[in-house]
T-cell receptor, first 113, second 113 residues
Framework: GENVEQHPSTLSVQEGDSAVIKCTYS??????FPWYKQELGKRPQLIID?????GEKKDQRIAVTLNKTAKHFSLHITETQPEDSAVYFC????????????FGTGTRLKVLA | GAVVSQHPSRVICKSGTSVKIECRSL??????MFWYRQFPKQSLMLMAT?????????EQGVEKDKFLINHASLTLSTLTVTSAHPEDSSFYIC?????????FGSGTRLTVV
């Protein structure tokens, strides 16, 4: 089955700096890769996603890149703000919205003011 | 976006008793729902796929007789933790595929004493 690894497990950055979180997956059949943000005690919220036919996607300060050949994808957050502090999870799935997601182990991001 | 309601948000039960957790899709008909478990500072681990009108599909290592799943309608899935033990204490969260990805319930923090 699919296995998703995520690094780093914790990340501290100064406000205004960029943060990068990386994930690798094992199943070449996976074709949908969402990223979720989870604040303490709350439900995960989708922040951005990418499908396998696209190499990069951007939404304001957030971007995701995908390298299908290498089976890795990354989340990039620019101009970080204290409210970006949370746990971020990547996931891999074979079909958007209809197939189970396998989540990475999570990255605890702390943005220092 | 879709709204997923999960109840209760917190429950404390005695060891050996059973606890039922409800996941409702308020504005989206869901033939499939997913149940995840999250231990403190850990990732979301898929427990089972809840299928409307048929048996749930359990992930490897998850005891189907301990974690009973019922998906009797397109808007409701229930997870019953039977004969709960302290090691079952965790954050249980459901998710609903809603076309554009998953929508998560608000989660249930179960504490078994």
């Amino acid at each position: 089955g699919e296995n998703v690894e995520q690094h780093p497990s914790t990340l501290s950055v100064q406000e205004g700096d960029s943060a990068v979180i990386k994930c690798t997956y094992s199943d070449s059949a996976s074709n949908y890769f969402p990223w979720y943000k989870q604040e303490l005690g709350k439900r995960p919220q989708l922040i951005i996603d990418i499908r396998s036919n696209v190499g990069e996607k951007k939404d304001q300060r957030i971007a995701v890149t995908l390298n299908k050949t290498a089976k890795h994808f990354s989340l990039h957050i620019t101009e970080t703000q204290p409210e970006d502090s949370a746990v971020y999870f990547c996931a891999a799935s074979q079909t958007s919205g209809t197939y189970k997601y396998i989540f990475g182990t999570g990255t605890r991001l702390k943005v220092l003011a | 976006g879709a709204v997923v309601s999960q109840h209760p948000s917190r429950v404390i039960c005695k060891s050996g008793t059973s606890v039922k957790i409800e996941c409702r899709s308020l504005d989206f008909q869901a033939t499939t729902m997913f149940w995840y478990r999250q231990f403190p500072k850990q990732s979301l681990m898929l427990m089972a796929t809840s299928n409307e009108g048929s048996k749930a599909t359990y992930e490897q290592g998850v005891e189907k007789d301990k974690f009973l799943i019922n998906h009797a309608s397109l808007t409701l899935s229930t997870l019953t933790v039977t004969s709960a033990h302290p090691e079952d204490s965790s954050f249980y969260i459901c998710s609903v595929p809603t076309g554009g990805g998953y929508t998560f319930g608000s989660g249930t923090r179960l504490t078994v004493v």
